[in-house]
């Protein structure tokens, strides 16, 4: 079975403290992407990584940065937390398929709380 | 932009019996459709993956149908039991126009299955 491996459960961070989260997969996907999900919005995508040291900005990108330096890892940065980020952050890889069988595998997810 | 809609945005059925969840999508341009299960304060478990070649697709009690010429998804549970109580995401998976792969979420359907 493939695992995703969120490095924290729940975190409890001060504003203006840099953040980093971290994400490992054991499948050697080359795809892997990072999703904040808030009440009442839904999951929305914030960077991912299709190859090792490339990235690509998701739909909120602002205020995060990702580092991908292994394959098998994928960091999510807050380089200055603020209480606006207070969000449960999901990460989730894949592999590249061919006829639309790319089947996305999710972590259990990091509850962040910025104070 | 795609947008994907999951009506009702909650659920209550007593155990046993069948139900029916509905997804809706603005662009029928899709390459595949997913949909996961969530349970509270979790990660996304897929459940099923149809390809935009594909009419439906069956796990177990689980049958998720596709049209894509209406923008619509169905996921069908049969016989719902407790352990069925989650909240049912639906996703639409596209390719951007720089190729990567890309999911966007419903904003779920929350099921109640009543013993």
């Known amino acids: 079975d493939v695992k995703v491996t969120q490095s924290s459960r729940y975190l409890v961070k001060r504003t203006g403290e840099k953040v980093f989260l971290e994400c490992v997969q054991d499948?050697?996907?080359?795809?892997m992407f990072w999703y904040r999900q808030d009440p009442g919005l839904g999951l929305r995508l914030i960077y991912f990584?299709?190859?090792?040291?490339?990235?690509e900005k998701g739909d909120i990108p602002e205020g995060y940065s990702v580092s991908r330096e292994k394959k098998e890892r994928f960091s999510l940065i807050l380089e200055s937390a603020s209480t606006n980020q207070t969000s449960m952050y999901l990460c989730?890889?894949?592999?590249?398929?061919?006829?639309?069988?790319?089947?996305?595998?999710f972590g259990s997810g990091t509850q962040l709380s910025v104070l | 932009k795609q947008e994907v809609t999951q009506i009702p945005a909650a659920l209550s059925v007593p155990e046993g019996e069948n139900l029916v969840l509905n997804c809706s999508f603005t662009?029928?341009?899709?390459?595949?459709l997913q949909w996961f299960r969530q349970d509270p304060g979790k990660g996304l478990t897929s459940l099923l993956l149809?390809?935009?070649?594909?009419r439906e697709q069956t796990s177990g009690r689980l049958n998720a149908s596709l049209d894509k010429s209406s923008g619509r998804s169905t996921l069908y549970i049969a016989a719902s039991q407790p352990g069925d109580s989650a909240t049912y995401l639906c996703?639409?998976?596209?390719?951007?126009?720089?190729?990567?792969?890309?999911?966007?979420f419903g904003k779920g359907t929350k099921l109640s299955v009543i013993p």
């Open positions: 989730a890889s894949s592999f590249p398929g061919q006829g639309g069988n790319e089947k996305l595998f």
């Open positions: 662009d029928s341009a899709i390459y595949n």
């Open positions: 149809i390809q935009s070649s594909q």
């Open positions: 499948m050697d996907h080359e795809n």
């Open positions: 996703a639409v998976g596209e390719y951007s126009g720089a190729g990567s792969y890309q999911l966007t």
């Open positions: 990584s299709y190859d090792v040291k490339m990235k």
